[in-house]
């Protein structure tokens, strides 16, 4: 489950997602949270540990374990939170969270992703709006999904049509040297994935999606979105 922020416009944190999170979490006691993508990881952690306690879930902070592999091996679960993408990647290609949190979802666990823990579910983080303020070992991330997710997509509503336009015209330049479809989740939007072969759009909001030589077209909530996941990724494959 791939959220694009922690808030809905008007709600606090997660609350427009928790029916959504009480089924992903249905048979999960432990959750493991990985907040190194923010600047303050305990107060992250603890504000999701109090949120996620209506749920009937011990969220555990990896940034506390003693050894994050293993606090990992013995979690029902995955939460990894937002901030920075480039500071988040770089973390956990050093602490080999990376690729034990691929082998653990591709074998079924549930994960959830918001903001840049969304970023991290895609082939690459190529299509964050954030400063790579570190310098990550590359780009590669989870490639849970098979395409690209931008977070934070501006509404034009609240945000205004330049910021639309700025977002669109990034987007544009992206696919103009990778051959990848990007979602664009607006904030109170989610993307959910079951069992690697259904995908469909959640939340309070909609989101865009691109694709190279088509324009852009919007999706809303219950939007079947499957055929993404057949998606054949082209990366660095300009346009002629």
Not at 10 to 18: D, E, N, P, S, T
Not at 78 to 105: D, E
Not at 165 to 171: C, F, H, I, P, T
Not at 184 to 211: D, N, P, Q
């Amino acid at each position: 489950m791939l959220l694009s922020n922690s808030f809905s416009p008007g709600r606090g944190a997660l609350q427009h997602a928790m029916q959504a999170l009480a089924r992903l979490f249905a048979d999960c006691r432990d959750v493991l949270f990985v907040p190194y993508a923010s600047s303050n990881p305990d107060a992250y952690t603890e504000a999701m540990r109090e949120i996620l306690a209506a749920l009937d879930v011990q969220v555990t902070g990896a940034h506390r374990t003693e050894d994050p592999m293993d606090a990992l091996a013995k979690a029902d679960a995955v939460f990894v939170g937002g901030g920075n993408a480039f500071r988040l990647l770089r973390a956990v290609q050093r602490n080999g969270l990376l690729a034990a949190i691929r082998k653990r979802v591709q074998a079924g666990m549930p994960y959830l992703g918001v903001s840049a823990g969304a970023n991290l579910a895609c082939p690459t983080i190529r299509t964050t709006n954030d400063m790579p303020i570190v310098q990550p070992m590359s780009l590669s991330a989870l490639g849970l999904i098979s395409f690209q997710i931008n977070p934070h997509y501006p509404d034009a509503h609240r945000e205004g049509v330049s910021a639309v336009q700025a977002r669109d015209q990034r987007l544009s330049e992206f696919l103009e040297e990778n051959d990848v479809p990007v979602l664009g989740l607006c904030e109170g939007s989610w993307l959910h994935v079951r069992r690697g072969m259904h995908a469909h759009l959640g939340g309070t909001t909609s989101a865009r999606l691109f694709t190279r030589g088509r324009g852009p077209r919007n999706v809303h909530p219950g939007d079947d979105l499957t055929d993404l996941l057949h998606t054949q990724p082209g990366y660095d494959a300009p346009t002629p």
